[in-house]
């Protein structure tokens, strides 16, 4: 019973999908650190990325229930379908943002200042699309913080390498969450809500997301005059710029399957290739 319960919790925030932006995170701190942390301190990073992702799409799915209930696509989800009550999910927030905290007290001074602005940003998310299209690029900045913070984490002081890296993950993310916008077009024009799809439209949206790739690929490339890296690194590279045009190719905003591959799958395994090369790369 207890496991059919956290197999739930963990299907509705969608853990599987902490593997966008940790192996970006976790190359920061080996790059910041010059190899492996300590123990304590690599095991307190792991549990406030973890604890954050987790915490801000839990926020994501209260702050977003009634819109999901009305739309199609979305009404499945598992507060708008009664799978799981609301107060469970707000208890379950509150205690993952309060592991996020404690984590960051662990780490150090700086990380424990800077939470409460992680904190902010990951709950702005979920209210940009009430204001403004530019939301893909706030869900990038906040997926984009893991890397800058695990650098933190490992220096105790701000620079400007940290967010390089985290720009190429922000620009990565938001340009694939704009393909998945590609869906609800309709839905958010009616409902009056604010998407770069539903602003410029289907062609010009795919267009916007295609430059935010090449940005993103192109800040990675960038890296080597911040970090040293070699033929490996450019090899994972290239291979990420591959697997992005095939995802780009494939989009078919009326074919949900084909969509998760483009959207989800796809960068999976863009992120598994950058860590696996990264890391190969850095170790070699």
């Not at 739930?8 to 925030?13: G, L, N, Q, R």
């Not at 702005?124 to 800058?148: E, Q």
């Not at 410029?200 to 940005?215: T, Y």
Request: aromatic share 14%.
């Amino acid at each position: 019973m207890a496991f059919n319960r956290l197999k739930k919790y963990s299907e509705m925030v969608m853990f599987s999908h902490t593997l966008f932006s940790l192996p970006f995170a976790v190359m920061s701190v080996l790059w910041a650190n010059n190899g492996l942390p300590d123990m304590n301190t690599f095991f307190w990073i792991l549990v406030a990325l973890l604890a954050a992702r987790n915490g801000a799409n839990a926020a994501n799915r209260i702050i977003d229930s009634e819109i999901d209930a009305k739309n199609p696509r979305t009404a499945s989800r598992h507060i708008p379908s009664g799978i799981i009550k609301k107060k469970e999910v707000i208890f379950l927030t509150f205690i993952l943002f309060l592991v996020f905290e404690l984590a960051a007290y662990m780490i150090n001074p700086l990380c424990f200042y800077l939470s409460p602005m992680a904190l902010f940003i990951f709950l702005l998310y979920s209210y940009t699309k009430r204001f403004t299209w530019l939301s893909h690029l706030v869900l990038g900045i906040a997926c984009g913080g893991a890397p800058v913070g695990g650098w933190i984490a490992i220096t105790g002081k701000l620079s400007f390498t940290p967010f390089v890296i985290g720009a190429a993950v922000a620009f990565w993310i938001a340009g694939f969450d704009i393909i998945y916008g590609t869906q609800d077009i309709e839905f958010d024009r009616k409902e009056g809500l604010f998407s770069i799809p539903a602003k410029f439209g289907l062609k010009n949206a795919l267009k916007i997301a295609a430059i935010f790739h090449v940005l993103s690929i192109a800040i990675l490339l960038s890296l080597s005059l911040f970090i040293p890296t070699g033929f490996i690194y450019h090899i994972g590279i290239l291979i990420c710029s591959i697997l992005l045009l095939i995802e780009h190719k494939i989009v078919k905003p009326s074919e949900r399957g084909i969509m998760n591959w483009a959207s989800y799958h796809i960068n999976q395994m863009i992120s598994i290739i950058f860590f696996v090369f990264s890391l190969a790369d850095f170790i070699l």
